[in-house]
């Protein structure tokens, strides 16, 4: 079986950069839309946001080594959902709770974006482990929002 053209690889790296684009940026939102008193989000939205710059670097590596160019915008489903973050947020207040799930909308939009890397069934074996160790990276994170989540409920 041959394995699928440096491009489609590249491609496929580089929709994992772009929702990863996405993750930084709303955690940036989040960060502005805390209250006074969640200091602990905040030390721990600027933490996936380093997580995600790290995800990114590693992801960019292989695309650079795949002979491609490393995407730096951001995804048309995470601009929506950026869009939508702001329209919620007008009926939805800043608390604790409605940051948390907006969030967790977002790490589910990750899950996602990883789960359909990891279909590609061509995808070469050693690409697939650093998809598959970064998918599990983000569901940790994906857990603690939802834990927080459901604490603040």
């Given at each position: ?91 939805t207040g800043h ?59």
């Amino acid at each position: 079986m041959e394995t699928i053209t440096a491009t489609a690889t590249t491609e496929v790296l580089n929709d994992l950069i772009m929702i990863n684009n996405d993750r930084i940026i709303g955690y940036e939102r989040a960060i502005k839309e805390l209250e006074g008193n969640d200091d602990d989000l905040k030390s721990l939205f600027l933490s996936m946001i380093d997580e995600s710059r790290q995800l990114i670097m590693t992801l960019g590596t292989e695309v650079e080594v795949q002979g491609g160019d490393i995407e730096h915008g951001t995804t048309n489903s995470g601009k929506i959902y950026r869009a939508w973050m702001d329209v919620k947020a007008v009926f939805t207040g800043h608390t604790r709770h409605a940051v948390l799930s907006n969030c967790e909308a977002g790490e589910d939009a990750a899950q996602r974006a990883y789960k359909s890397a990891l279909e590609e069934k061509e995808l070469p074996a050693f690409i697939k482990a650093i998809v598959l160790t970064q998918q599990q990276k983000l569901k940790a994170s994906h857990n603690e929002i939802k834990a927080l989540r459901d604490e603040a409920a």
